[in-house]
């Protein structure tokens, strides 16, 4: 009990200890926050009514958006496939799928702004870096996700497909398929909807969609204007949740 | 008479285990027959049906099946494995396919590499697959899946996936424990009759001694990993029968005997 207690007390004057260094080496100015308050209204105000002229930018900008996000799915499911079975225990060797994880993890700890600035450098601006950058950062998720997909079906049709002679192709197509159909499916819709999410700011970096806009307004002191493409990004969240929900249903 | 496996002086321990899952086991199965095992649980007749299936690694003695030796160290050639049917106890069927595919997976090792993967079946391969399900009654629910399928019916579909595979030697492990006594005699009718019209032998295990009296030719008993009598189905007395279910010693510090 004592010793616990001393873990306690360690735990908490180290928390204590990271939020005094924080506030004590950064910037916080007390006089700047209480002046925040008219600003943010000022800023809300300026943002009301939103300005509806903006449409054709709107849509132009969410197909882009839509489209960045259906391309860089795509390519995260054409590279989840292979990864996914090279990091399974129930397809490879242990030397064959412990490393294949350890680079997932790795795609998995890179932020997706990073990688699309890292795009946008490579490629030039446009719809292109946001669709690598999204393929590639999706990726580290989704092989992951169908790796487990693989390992959490059930053992015993496997064994059986085996034991009628059936290669590990054969077992993978009408074994383990069938029952990592549904949990890929849902899988694959859930990592869209990500995608599409974060697809919506990658304009910021110049890596495309409808992110570009709010980037463009804000600059341009527009706030009415961003308001409408804000608006239209959150239907657009509202829109694909509704649809995610009924696919799952439909799914599983 | 030929025999369809051979073993002899055969040992495993399971990864980690002090005791031994079989004991200097020697048996000789006789082609043509229907063979039962008899014995409580743990007297290690999965593990000799599934080591005989060549699923398991790390034994030690000598073991034929259907006159080819398998190796302790290294998994059976894929091509002989059609010739070895196995029956789960707990059917291990893909739940969410229909009964068709299912049956159509046990033909996945006569198939050529590439149409088990990518093709459609053959002609001949639907044919033995339709042939398997009418032969176990089941031709009403070709096309239902699985997860819809009652305990009997599951049954059904696994030995009809066993009996497309066209093997010579069919292994079940304890095909009827999970059904009840009239559900058992129709599933055991079906396997010993299926098996002899293709001139099939079959070994399979079970806990209780009247079906295996009444479906199988001989009668091999088990206990604690080692044969206990091997005897035509006609000679099984009721002492051996005893014998072979008569309770454990009391363990140490479990007073078993002292409580009855």
Wanted: hydrophobic share 50%; with cysteine; charged share 20%.
């Amino acid at each position: 009990m004592r010793s616990r207690g001393f873990g306690g007390f360690a735990a908490g004057a180290l928390v204590a200890g990271a939020v005094l260094w924080s506030f004590a080496t950064t910037d916080v100015e007390l006089s700047r926050l209480l002046s925040a308050g008219p600003r943010i209204a000022d800023f809300v105000g300026r943002m009301v009514p939103p300005d509806p002229t903006v449409m054709n930018e709107i849509v132009k900008g969410s197909a882009e958006t839509l489209r960045i996000a259906i391309l860089g799915s795509l390519g995260a499911v054409l590279l989840s496939v292979p990864l996914g079975i090279l990091a399974s225990e129930t397809m490879v060797s242990p030397p064959i799928y412990r490393p294949v994880r350890t680079l997932l993890a790795f795609i998995r700890a890179i932020p997706l702004i990073l990688v699309a600035m890292l795009m946008v450098g490579a490629v030039g601006l446009g719809p292109l870096p946001g669709i690598i950058a999204i393929a590639f950062h999706a990726t580290g998720m989704l092989a992951k996700f169908y790796a487990e997909a693989i390992d959490g079906v059930t053992r015993a049709p496997i064994a059986a497909l085996e034991s009628a002679g059936a290669g590990p192709l054969a077992r993978l197509r009408y074994a383990i398929w069938p029952q990592m159909a549904p949990v890929v499916a849902r899988d694959t819709i859930f990592r869209f909807e990500l995608n599409l999410r974060e697809s919506l700011i990658l304009g910021i970096v110049g890596a495309g969609g409808i992110g570009f806009y709010i980037q463009t307004y804000v600059r341009s002191f527009q706030y009415d204007k961003a308001a409408s493409v804000t608006l239209a990004v959150i239907g657009l969240v509202v829109a694909i949740e509704a649809i995610n929900i009924t696919l799952q249903r439909r799914f599983c | 008479m030929s025999a369809a496996a051979q073993i002899g002086d055969l040992s495993f321990f399971h990864p980690g285990a002090s005791l031994p899952a079989l004991d200097h086991v020697s048996l000789m199965v006789p082609a043509g027959e229907s063979t039962a095992l008899l014995g409580p649980s743990g007297a290690g007749k999965t593990t000799l049906l599934a080591l005989l299936d060549g699923r398991l690694r790390g034994w030690r003695g000598r073991v034929s099946v259907l006159g080819a030796p398998l190796d302790p160290d290294h998994p059976p050639a894929r091509a002989s494995r059609p010739d070895v049917g196995f029956i789960f106890q707990e059917f291990a069927l893909v739940e969410r396919s229909s009964v068709l595919r299912n049956v159509l997976n046990g033909r996945l090792g006569r198939m050529s590499p590439l149409r088990a993967v990518v093709g459609s079946p053959a002609p001949c391969d639907l044919e033995a697959a339709r042939a398997a399900i009418a032969d176990c009654g089941i031709a009403d629910l070709a096309e239902r899946r699985v997860d819809s399928l009652s305990g009997g019916q599951r049954q059904r579909v696994a030995i009809a996936r066993c009996l497309a595979q066209e093997p010579r030697l069919i292994l079940a492990d304890e095909p009827v424990s999970n059904l009840d006594p009239a559900r058992a005699v129709e599933i055991l009718t079906l396997l010993t009759g299926a098996a002899h019209a293709r001139g099939a032998t079959v070994l399979f295990s079970s806990h209780q001694p009247d079906l295996a009296r009444r479906f199988a030719d001989r009668i091999v008993g088990m206990r604690d990993g080692r044969i206990a009598f091997d005897v035509a189905a006609g000679d099984l007395s009721d002492v051996a029968t005893a014998d072979l279910y008569r309770e454990t010693e009391a363990l140490p510090g479990i007073g078993l005997r002292a409580m009855t």
